[in-house]
């Protein structure tokens, strides 16, 4: 009988520290996604930044450039940056496709975008038409 509740007990806490150790596993996860997505963020970030500090480079621009490729940022990687541009115009039409990795977690962010540089020195328009998570399929 003595030997049952020892086994019994022996089963019980082996699967508690499965348990355990599974919950810190996920944990851990969870938090590497987040900050690969906030990379992914950093990445569609220095596009705009781009934009608003150079207004010139909008037009240099080709239909279609990587500006961002295995970038270190906040420990994690900016994998890369995409940049779609089509143009109105004066009107550019900018889709930003950008991915971050940090740890095991994998971010990608799509951010579309329409500017229309100054035509002096100052003032411009920024129009985020869409800014959202790629989520990755399993």
């Known amino acids: 009988m003595a030997t049952v509740i020892m086994l019994v007990f022996f ?14 596993r996920t944990g851990s ?6 900050q690969a997505h906030y990379t992914a ?6 596009v705009l930044a781009r934009l608003v500090g ?6 240099t621009l080709p239909a279609e450039k990587t500006v961002l490729a295995d970038f270190p940022y906040a420990g994690g990687i900016i994998n890369s940056v995409n ?21 095991e977690g994998k971010g990608v962010v ?8 100054p ?12 800014w959202h998570e790629q989520y990755p399929v399993f």
């Open 110 to 117: 799509q951010v579309r975008a329409r500017y229309t540089p």
């Open 83 to 103: 940049v779609k541009k089509s143009v109105a115009g004066e009107v550019y039409d900018l889709l930003i496709t950008s991915s971050g990795t940090y740890g």
């Open 11 to 24: 089963l019980l806490g082996a699967a508690l520290l499965t348990v355990a150790a599974s919950a810190g």
């Open 29 to 34: 996860l969870q938090r590497d996604r987040l």
């Open 54 to 59: 150079e207004p010139a480079w909008a037009r």
């Open 41 to 46: 963020e950093a990445g569609a970030e220095y």
């Open 119 to 130: 035509a002096e020195e100052k003032g411009f328009n920024l129009e985020i038409v869409f």
